[in-house]
Nanobody, 120 residues
Framework: QVQLVESGGGLVQAGGSLRLSCAAS????????MGWFRQAPGKEREFVAA????????YSADSVKGRFTISGDTAKNAVYLQMNSLKPEDTAVYYC?????????????WGQGTQVTVSS
Protein backbone atom coordinates (compact mmCIF):
# COMPACT_ATOMS: atom_id res chain seq x y z
CA GLN A 1 0.00 0.00 0.00
CA VAL A 2 1.17 3.53 -0.69
CA GLN A 3 -0.03 6.85 0.66
CA LEU A 4 -0.68 9.56 -1.91
CA VAL A 5 -1.18 13.23 -1.10
CA GLU A 6 -2.44 15.63 -3.74
CA SER A 7 -1.96 19.39 -3.71
CA GLY A 8 -2.22 22.35 -6.02
CA GLY A 9 -5.95 22.57 -6.57
CA GLY A 10 -7.87 25.80 -6.31
CA LEU A 11 -10.08 28.32 -8.06
CA VAL A 12 -9.01 29.64 -11.45
CA GLN A 13 -10.66 31.51 -14.29
CA ALA A 14 -11.33 29.85 -17.61
CA GLY A 15 -8.20 29.90 -19.74
CA GLY A 16 -5.95 29.80 -16.70
CA SER A 17 -3.51 27.16 -15.50
CA LEU A 18 -2.91 25.01 -12.45
CA ARG A 19 -0.30 22.44 -11.57
CA LEU A 20 -1.33 19.52 -9.42
CA SER A 21 1.22 17.55 -7.44
CA CYS A 22 1.01 14.09 -5.95
CA ALA A 23 3.53 13.00 -3.35
CA ALA A 24 3.94 9.27 -2.81
CA SER A 25 5.11 7.62 0.39
CA UNK A 26 7.18 5.08 -1.49
CA UNK A 27 9.51 5.23 -4.43
CA UNK A 28 7.39 5.97 -7.49
CA UNK A 29 9.34 3.46 -9.50
CA UNK A 30 7.98 0.82 -7.16
CA UNK A 31 4.68 1.26 -8.90
CA UNK A 32 3.78 0.09 -12.38
CA UNK A 33 2.05 3.33 -13.28
CA MET A 34 0.60 6.45 -11.74
CA GLY A 35 -2.26 8.51 -12.96
CA TRP A 36 -4.78 11.25 -12.44
CA PHE A 37 -8.52 10.83 -12.39
CA ARG A 38 -11.31 13.32 -11.75
CA GLN A 39 -14.87 13.29 -10.54
CA ALA A 40 -17.32 16.10 -11.15
CA PRO A 41 -20.51 16.45 -9.08
CA GLY A 42 -23.10 13.91 -10.13
CA LYS A 43 -20.70 12.14 -12.48
CA GLU A 44 -18.57 9.04 -12.33
CA ARG A 45 -14.84 9.20 -11.79
CA GLU A 46 -13.04 9.42 -15.11
CA PHE A 47 -9.50 8.88 -16.34
CA VAL A 48 -7.45 11.99 -17.07
CA ALA A 49 -3.84 10.94 -17.64
CA ALA A 50 -1.29 8.30 -16.68
CA UNK A 51 2.43 7.69 -16.82
CA UNK A 52 4.06 4.27 -17.10
CA UNK A 53 7.35 4.26 -15.24
CA UNK A 54 8.94 1.68 -17.49
CA UNK A 55 9.74 3.64 -20.62
CA UNK A 56 8.04 6.82 -19.43
CA UNK A 57 5.08 6.50 -21.79
CA UNK A 58 2.17 8.78 -21.03
CA TYR A 59 -1.53 8.58 -21.87
CA SER A 60 -4.28 11.15 -21.60
CA ALA A 61 -7.99 11.38 -22.20
CA ASP A 62 -9.15 12.95 -25.44
CA SER A 63 -10.89 15.69 -23.48
CA VAL A 64 -7.59 16.99 -22.10
CA LYS A 65 -5.16 16.23 -24.93
CA GLY A 66 -3.12 19.26 -25.84
CA ARG A 67 -4.05 21.03 -22.60
CA PHE A 68 -2.94 18.75 -19.74
CA THR A 69 0.49 17.16 -19.33
CA ILE A 70 1.43 14.45 -16.84
CA SER A 71 5.01 14.12 -15.67
CA GLY A 72 6.91 12.44 -12.88
CA ASP A 73 9.98 12.96 -10.76
CA THR A 74 11.33 9.68 -9.44
CA ALA A 75 13.86 11.47 -7.23
CA LYS A 76 11.02 13.25 -5.41
CA ASN A 77 8.56 10.33 -5.57
CA ALA A 78 6.08 12.66 -7.19
CA VAL A 79 3.83 12.92 -10.19
CA TYR A 80 2.43 16.14 -11.59
CA LEU A 81 -0.42 17.29 -13.78
CA GLN A 82 0.10 20.57 -15.59
CA MET A 83 -3.28 21.91 -16.63
CA ASN A 84 -3.45 24.73 -19.17
CA SER A 85 -6.34 26.39 -20.98
CA LEU A 86 -8.70 25.28 -18.26
CA LYS A 87 -12.41 25.15 -18.99
CA PRO A 88 -15.40 25.22 -16.63
CA GLU A 89 -16.05 21.57 -17.53
CA ASP A 90 -12.68 20.70 -15.98
CA THR A 91 -14.17 21.50 -12.57
CA ALA A 92 -13.89 18.37 -10.44
CA VAL A 93 -12.09 16.71 -7.59
CA TYR A 94 -8.82 15.39 -8.97
CA TYR A 95 -7.41 12.17 -7.59
CA CYS A 96 -3.94 10.70 -7.85
CA UNK A 97 -3.67 6.92 -8.21
CA UNK A 98 -0.86 4.38 -8.14
CA UNK A 99 -1.10 1.03 -9.86
CA UNK A 100 1.48 -0.93 -7.90
CA UNK A 101 1.29 -4.25 -9.69
CA UNK A 102 0.07 -3.55 -13.20
CA UNK A 103 -3.29 -5.14 -12.51
CA UNK A 104 -5.28 -2.04 -13.32
CA UNK A 105 -6.78 1.01 -11.68
CA UNK A 106 -9.54 -0.92 -9.92
CA UNK A 107 -6.95 -2.20 -7.45
CA UNK A 108 -4.88 0.98 -7.31
CA UNK A 109 -4.05 3.10 -4.28
CA TRP A 110 -5.80 6.47 -4.21
CA GLY A 111 -5.23 9.87 -2.71
CA GLN A 112 -7.89 11.94 -0.98
CA GLY A 113 -8.30 14.32 -3.90
CA THR A 114 -7.89 18.03 -4.51
CA GLN A 115 -10.64 20.35 -5.70
CA VAL A 116 -10.22 22.22 -8.97
CA THR A 117 -12.81 24.86 -9.77
CA VAL A 118 -12.78 26.74 -13.07
CA SER A 119 -15.00 29.80 -13.28
CA SER A 120 -16.39 31.10 -16.55
Amino acid sequence: QVQLVESGGGLVQAGGSLRLSCAASVRTVSSYAMGWFRQAPGKEREFVAAIMWSGGRTYSADSVKGRFTISGDTAKNAVYLQMNSLKPEDTAVYYCAADLTGTGWASASWGQGTQVTVSS
